[in-house]
């Protein structure tokens, strides 16, 4: 007698020991290393690199830096959506951790501007470039992976674990560069702000010994088998559905603004008040624990209330504590600073995370799920979020406060809202392939089996 073919729940009680651990591993690097460039951005990179200028264009041209990798993720997100739609999640997932490690731990070595002059710069810059093309993929093929492997009824836990790595490499980066900040000036602007980059190398090894146990997603085996991929996915996503893609790029605003200026920016904002590196960067340790709670709470209450009423909730929370962040932070008192990045950070900004991860795999088909979902977060990221923290420091300096940018920060939170307002509710969709053209922009895509 044939055995019976393994169920979709023994699937993902055997696979999801492995799962979770591997693709919460790439957010962490992704983010401990965006974090760390942030970081060190905001308060040395301007002396190190760009010592010429007075202190404010030397921050200008920092974070320039900063957002140089930004217009390369919407490429990247291109690419390595291709081959995660074309030759699978996983082979996606191990090429950008390597890439993305790799490149961080070379921004270690390189030499500074006092070396070799003005080649330090474009070399800080040619590998933020190539940070940019990981990340494009990196978060999306994790998320992507846990929702076509997690049980419908439990979508939006299990898919926003993977954001909690994005909690995690915020809080580790926030710590490595907290411990790195108490040296000596002269230590940490000769040697010190190498540390936190160079650790990165062993974050990666020990996260690509777990990508590689990762088993391949059951969803694109079954698209593979019904010879559903598409010659070019990302092409095929555009003309299929350009209003879905619109809406969720807008959607995705919070995370391509306002939580750069609350991570990166505000730190040098903080400095120009007298506020010590170590406050600031406790701060956003404390925001990024308040994260870590939040976002699986909120995918959780994702899978009871519905997709779209939670995001439309965490946004306008988003525009709600825009004024408040910096009324807190002029306070200069360590404790308001404290609660303003648990607020901004922990409870606004990253809780999207735990609202968006189901709802965005959800929103495109099986044969180009990557590249949508990678595109409708990293095309505004090359808008927004690479310029946000210059974006922040000229509308701060334009009016001699921060009231401009909070402004700007509101904007975006509440076009996010109503941009979620405008797409369909996706809770319960069937993620399994789809044989044959897809409708454009149609609530569901999906057939059951």
């Known amino acids: 007698m044939t055995a019976a073919a393994p169920s979709s729940t023994d699937i993902w009680e055997e696979s999801r020991r492995r799962l ?62 291709h081959v995660g739609d074309r030759y699978g999640r996983r082979i996606a997932l191990v090429a950008t951790l390597l890439l993305m490690g790799v490149a961080t731990t070379l921004i270690g070595l390189l030499p500074t501007y006092a070396a070799i002059g003005v080649g330090a710069p474009i070399l800080l810059a040619a590998l933020r470039l190539l940070q940019g093309l990981a990340v494009g ?129 505000a730190l040098s904002y903080l400095k120009t008040k007298g506020v010590p590196s170590s406050t600031s960067l406790l701060a956003l340790l404390v925001g990024c624990a308040v994260g870590a709670l939040a976002i699986p709470l909120v995918g959780r209450w994702s899978d009871v209330a519905g997709r779209r009423p939670v995001y439309v909730v965490v946004s306008g929370f988003c525009a709600l504590i825009s004024f408040p962040f910096f009324w807190m932070l002029d306070t200069t008192n360590p404790a308001l600073i404290v609660l ?44 927004l979020a690479g310029p946000a923290p210059v974006i922040a420091v ?12 909070a402004t700007a920060m509101v904007v975006v939170a509440v076009a996010s809202l109503l941009a979620v307002l405008a797409l369909p509710e996706t809770r319960g969709v069937d993620l399994d392939p789809v044989v044959g053209p897809v409708e454009a922009d149609t609530p569901g895509h999906g057939v059951s089996r």
Request: with cysteine; charged share 10%; hydrophobic share 55%.
């Open 20 to 81: 979770i651990p591997g693709t919460m591993v790439g957010s962490l690097i992704e983010w401990y290393d965006i974090a760390i460039y942030g970081q060190a951005a905001a308060l040395v990179f301007g002396a190190l690199f760009f010592p010429s200028f007075s202190s404010t264009a030397g921050l200008v041209a920092a974070f320039a830096t900063f957002g140089v990798g930004y217009f390369a993720r919407p490429i990247g997100a291109a690419i390595f959506g």
């Open 394 to 405: 000229g509308l701060v300096a334009a009016v001699g406060g921060p009231w401009l940018l």
């Open 137 to 265: 993929a990196e978060y999306v093929g994790a998320v992507t992976m846990v929702a076509e492997f997690a049980p419908r009824p439990r979508r939006g836990y299990f898919s926003s674990l993977p954001a909690a790595g994005v909690f995690l490499g915020i809080g580790l980066a926030a710590a490595v560069s907290g411990a790195v900040a108490l040296l000596p000036q002269e230590q940490l602007l000769s040697w010190g702000w190498r540390i936190p980059f160079l650790l990165s190398i062993i974050v990666v090894a020990v996260g690509l010994i777990i990508r590689l146990r990762v088993p391949e997603s059951p969803v694109f085996a079954d698209l593979k088998a019904a010879r559903a991929e598409t010659r070019v996915p990302a092409a095929d996503m555009i003309r299929a559905m350009p209003k879905r893609l619109l809406l969720a790029m807008v959607a995705n605003g919070p995370l391509a603004f306002n939580i750069y200026v609350v991570q990166t920016y």
């Open 340 to 383: 303003a990045f648990a607020l901004a950070l922990g409870g606004g900004c990253l809780a999207i995370f735990g609202s968006q991860a189901a709802f965005f795999a959800e929103l495109f088909p099986a044969q180009y799920r990557l590249s949508g979902f990678g595109l409708s977060r990293e095309i505004p990221g090359a808008v």
